[in-house]
């Protein structure tokens, strides 16, 4: 089954790569396990030559001092995303104090991360990113989270020249075509709804697949891999439900997918979204329908939210080993920082996210060395090469022509109440060696 799932998955890439030109939206692994199931990446959207040099960007040091490295974000502390950024936030200043206390900061600078609020509305993150831009002078921009978000101020990044590191999203539209100073993170949501589209095709040949997805690229991301994952096959699309950001109860949603004959639910949502489409369907409905959604939702926030008897056989796919993996000396580590640097945060699967974005950025101003300006930061970041963060379930990897350091996730389940992962470790990787 492996080597047909690769030929397939294979085939379905290059169509990927076709869609995306024309539309622009962990568990019981040992540590540094290389991922099993390597697919073939799309195609280079240029070669290092196309690329270039990087002689326009300014060996700029604003935000650099030879003590400090300010860096900011913007991040939803209030509003309907602030379930996110209220424990992704003190999760990043955690692992930067820990770095900071124990190894005396990067290269003998010691970092600061300054914190804005953007409400999950992107006029107020471009209030908020064009102040920490301006008035607090950053160096860089990390993990500001958020496709809509993001979107409004990604622009003016890119025309300013200020390192946009590891966006907090999966969205293609950040990362293809490549600009060469803005990297994602998350893994590409048409990667992975191709993989949620595959196993949907190899597990419920016959499912008429209803789609709940988010209003934005977010969601049109996720729907295009679920159409390319299922392409061939005799899996189909029968109904597409949209909803707005700021709405948070799926009930007349999940009805119109029911009514419409939906035999398995895939859903492109945020965790608020995630928990009334669970509980609508299992509580309200009695709808035993199987339910697949995307890896931005894989924490103990959704399952809290859904209610664990209801969330009970939810899939997803996920590219952070779980908190729930017992045994992990990376994941009881990751416990005893928050413990000391962030009490009041209980840990979760949204912590070890923020702390594995938090070591990518570690490693690049590492790389980066003692000279850091703004050109060094992106020649460090597309140098790297086979990084594995403590919690990651396979390395990353980015270039000249490739910006998405995970591309990378495996399957998982909840049961008793946890996510636990199952399946081999599936992988897009595109940037070569």
Request: glycine content about 8%.
């Amino acid at each position: 089954m492996r080597a047909t799932r690769r030929k397939l998955l294979s085939l379905l890439l290059l169509l990927v790569a076709a869609i995306t030109l024309v539309a622009v939206a962990c568990g019981d692994d040992e540590e540094g396990e290389e991922p099993t199931a390597t697919v073939e990446g799309e195609e280079p959207t240029a070669t290092a030559e196309e690329a270039g040099d990087l002689s326009d960007i300014p060996e700029d040091t604003t935000g650099i001092t030879d003590t400090e490295i300010v860096l900011g974000t913007h991040l939803p502390l209030s509003g309907i995303a602030a379930i996110y950024g209220n424990a992704i936030a003190p999760s990043l200043q955690a692992y930067f104090s820990y770095i900071n206390d124990t190894e005396g900061g990067v290269n003998g600078r010691k970092i600061t991360l300054i914190v804005e609020d953007d409400g999950y509305e992107p006029p107020q993150a471009n209030q908020v990113v064009r102040k920490l831009v301006e008035q607090d002078g950053v160096f860089a921009i990390v993990s500001g989270l958020g496709t809509a978000t993001h979107g409004a101020v990604f622009e003016y990044l890119v025309e300013n020249k200020i390192p946009d590191l590891f966006v907090s999203t999966g969205a293609t539209k950040f990362t293809e075509p490549v600009t060469r100073t803005a990297f994602g993170y998350n893994p590409n949501y048409i990667q992975e709804g191709t993989a949620i589209g595959t196993y949907i095709a190899e597990n419920f040949p016959d499912a008429k697949v209803g789609m709940l997805i988010q209003n934005d690229d977010f969601g049109t991301d996720g729907e295009k891999g679920v159409r390319v994952g299922i392409e061939g096959s005799n899996v189909e699309i029968i109904s597409v439900v949209t909803y707005e950001a700021t709405q948070t109860d799926m009930t007349a949603q999940v009805q119109r997918l029911q009514n419409d004959g939906a035999t398995l639910v895939v859903g492109y949502v945020l965790p608020r979204q995630a928990g009334s489409l669970v509980s609508v369907a299992r509580a309200t409905l009695s709808w035993d329908v199987p339910i697949m959604v995307t890896g931005v939702v894989a924490d103990e926030l959704t399952i809290a939210l859904a209610g664990p008897d209801n969330a009970e056989g939810v899939i997803t796919a996920a590219y952070i080993r779980p908190l729930a993996t017992e045994g992990d000396a990376a994941i009881e580590k990751h416990k005893e920082i928050m413990a000391q640097y962030a009490p009041d945060v209980p840990p979760s699967n949204v912590s070890l996210y923020a702390q594995s974005l938090a070591e990518l950025t570690v490693e690049v101003l590492k790389q980066a060395g003692p000279d850091l300006n703004r050109r060094s930061i992106i020649e460090a970041a597309e140098s790297i090469r086979g990084f594995l963060c403590s919690v990651c379930i396979a390395p990353s990897n980015m270039s000249p022509t490739d910006h998405r350091p995970i591309e990378a996730f495996r399957l998982a389940k909840v049961e008793g109440g946890v996510w636990v992962p199952f399946g081999e470790v599936i992988s897009y990787e595109s940037t070569e060696d």
